[in-house]
C-alpha cells in the first residue's frame, strides 16, 4: 500500500506559464503531469530517490575537480609543446585585455558546474538526515537552481570539440585526462539535474506549515 | 470556467511552486516555504525584455563584423569572424562541424531576437494569435539559447591552445565580447520575460 506524503497528495498550483489554478496529481510511472492548457511540465517525469541523485552529485565534483586539475590537450608544434587546462584558458583571457569574457568563461565552466555539484551535494546530505527545517539548505537549493541555468559544460565540450578539429591540421594533438573528465563530468550534471526530485525536496525542506 | 491565478491574488512561488497570497503592492511579499521574493508577474517584464532587446540587436551587428579571433604570427596576422571561421571548417572538410556553427552561433541568436521581439510585441499589442504556439516557441527558445555560447568557446579554447610565442597566437578578438554579450543578454531577455501575459492578453482569462 503506497504511504500518502505531502509529495503525493494531490494539491492545488498555478501552471508556471499560463497562471491556470488546476489540480496537480502524481503522474502515472514514467509519464509526466502537464497544464491542461498551455501543456507545461507540472509534475516531470519519473525522478530517482535522493540516493542516486547524490551518488552522481559526488561523481560530477570528482570529475570537475580533475577536469580543472589536469591539461585538457597538449600541443606539438616543431617541438614546442603548450599544455592547456581550463584554468589555462581563463588566463590566456585576461591576459589579453578581456576579463570581462575571462570572468564569463570561468563563471559558465568552472564557477557554475561546481557550484551546481556541490549544492546539490549539501541539499542531498541535509534530507538524508531528518533535522528540522534549517534555512541554509534552502538556500542551497535556491543557488541550485539559480545556477543550473548558467552552467554550461556541455556546450564547451561542443566548443572545445570544433576547435581540436580545426588545430588537428595545424599541430600533433596529445590528448589530456581533463577532456575525458569533462566529457563525464557532463554526463554526471545532466544525470544529476534529471533525477533530482525538485517537488519532493522543497515538501521536505519546507518542513510543517507554520 | 477559467481560474487564473493572478486575478484571485494569488500565484506560485517561482522557485518552490508553493501556491501563495502575495501581499498588496508596495510591501514586498517572500514566499512562506523558501524566501524568494513573490510577485503575481515578473516585475516590469515587459521593459526590461524591451531594454535587453534592444541592447542586444544593437551589439548583434559588431558582433558579426567584428574580429571573433586574431591569429599572430611572426610575418602576418589574421583575423577571423564567425562567419569565416564557419566557412574555413566547412571548406577544409569538416562540413557537420560547420553546419553546427552556422545554426548555433549564426541562426540561433538571430532566432531567439526575433521570436522574442515577436512575444513581446504581440503582447503590447494584445494580439490574440495562436497562445499555446506562442508558450511552445517561448520554452524552446529558453531552453537552447546557451548553445549560442559555442563559438565563445571554440575561441576560449584556441587561444588556450594556440600560445607558441615565436610561430602562432590566437588570442580572442573584440567581436568575441560583443558576442558573448549578445548571448548573455538575450538569455536575460528570456528569464525576464514572463510567458503568463501571453495568457493574459489573450483574452481566454474574461469571464
Same mark, same amino acid.
Given at each position: ?210 | ?36 521574493? +513573490?510577485? $503575481? /508577474? ?7 525584455? =524591451?531594454?535587453? #532587446? @534592444?541592447? *542586444? ?67 503590447? +499589442?494584445? $494580439? /490574440? ?7 511552445? =516557441?517561448?520554452? #524552446? @527558445?529558453? *531552453? ?64
Amino acid at each position: 500500500m503506497r504511504r500518502v506524503t505531502s509529495a503525493s497528495r494531490p494539491q492545488i498550483i498555478a501552471c508556471p506559464d499560463c497562471d491556470l489554478l488546476q489540480n496537480c496529481l502524481e503522474p502515472p510511472y514514467g509519464g509526466a503531469t502537464l497544464c491542461c492548457r498551455c501543456e507545461a511540465v507540472l509534475v516531470p517525469r519519473r525522478r530517482d530517490s535522493f540516493d542516486t541523485t547524490l551518488a552522481w552529485a559526488i561523481a560530477a565534483a570528482i570529475m570537475l575537480a580533475l577536469a580543472n586539475a589536469f591539461p585538457i590537450v597538449s600541443l606539438n608544434v616543431q617541438a614546442q609543446q603548450n599544455a592547456t587546462t581550463l584554468i589555462e584558458t581563463v588566463r590566456v583571457l585576461w591576459q589579453e585585455d578581456m576579463p570581462s569574457l575571462g570572468f564569463v568563461v570561468a563563471f559558465t565552466i568552472i564557477l557554475a558546474p561546481a557550484l551546481e555539484a556541490l549544492a546539490a551535494i549539501y541539499v542531498l546530505l541535509h534530507l538524508r538526515r531528518r533535522s528540522a527545517r534549517r534555512r541554509l539548505p534552502i538556500y542551497a537549493l535556491r543557488l541550485f537552481r539559480g545556477v543550473e541555468a548558467w552552467s554550461m559544460t556541455e556546450v564547451f565540450m561542443l566548443g572545445a570539440l570544433v576547435a581540436l578539429v580545426k588545430l588537428e591540421d595545424y599541430a600533433e594533438l596529445q590528448y589530456g585526462l581533463a577532456l575525458w573528465s569533462l566529457a563525464a563530468a557532463m554526463v554526471c550534471l545532466a544525470a544529476m539535474g534529471a533525477s533530482l526530485n525538485h517537488h519532493a525536496a522543497w515538501a521536505r525542506l519546507g518542513g510543517r506549515a507554520r | 470556467m477559467i481560474l487564473v491565478a493572478a486575478k484571485l491574488g494569488l500565484t506560485s512561488c517561482r522557485t518552490c511552486g508553493l501556491l501563495a497570497r502575495p501581499a498588496p503592492a508596495p510591501l514586498l511579499s517572500l514566499c512562506p516555504r523558501c524566501r524568494t521574493p +513573490l510577485t $503575481l /508577474r515578473k516585475p516590469a517584464s515587459l521593459i526590461w525584455t =524591451s531594454v535587453l #532587446l @534592444i541592447a *542586444a540587436y544593437a551589439l548583434y551587428v559588431p558582433a558579426n563584423m567584428l574580429p571573433i579571433i586574431v591569429t599572430e604570427r611572426p610575418l602576418d596576422t589574421q583575423t577571423d569572424t564567425i562567419l569565416s571561421g564557419t566557412l574555413y571548417l566547412w571548406f577544409s572538410g569538416a562540413w557537420p562541424l560547420a553546419i553546427i556553427v552556422l545554426l548555433a552561433s549564426i541562426m540561433l541568436p538571430l532566432a531567439k531576437l526575433l521570436v522574442l521581439t515577436f512575444l513581446v510585441l504581440s503582447v503590447e +499589442l494584445r $494580439l /490574440r494569435v495562436l497562445p499555446l504556439q506562442r508558450v511552445r =516557441s517561448y520554452r #524552446l @527558445i529558453h *531552453a537552447i539559447g546557451r548553445w549560442s555560447m559555442l563559438d565563445i568557446f571554440v575561441a576560449a579554447m584556441l587561444a588556450g591552445a594556440v600560445q607558441f610565442q615565436t610561430l602562432a597566437s590566437i588570442r580572442p578578438g573584440s567581436g568575441a565580447i560583443a558576442f558573448a554579450a549578445v548571448v548573455i543578454l538575450t538569455m536575460l531577455a528570456a528569464n525576464t520575460f514572463d510567458p503568463r501575459l501571453i495568457w493574459d492578453t489573450s483574452g481566454e482569462s474574461h469571464e
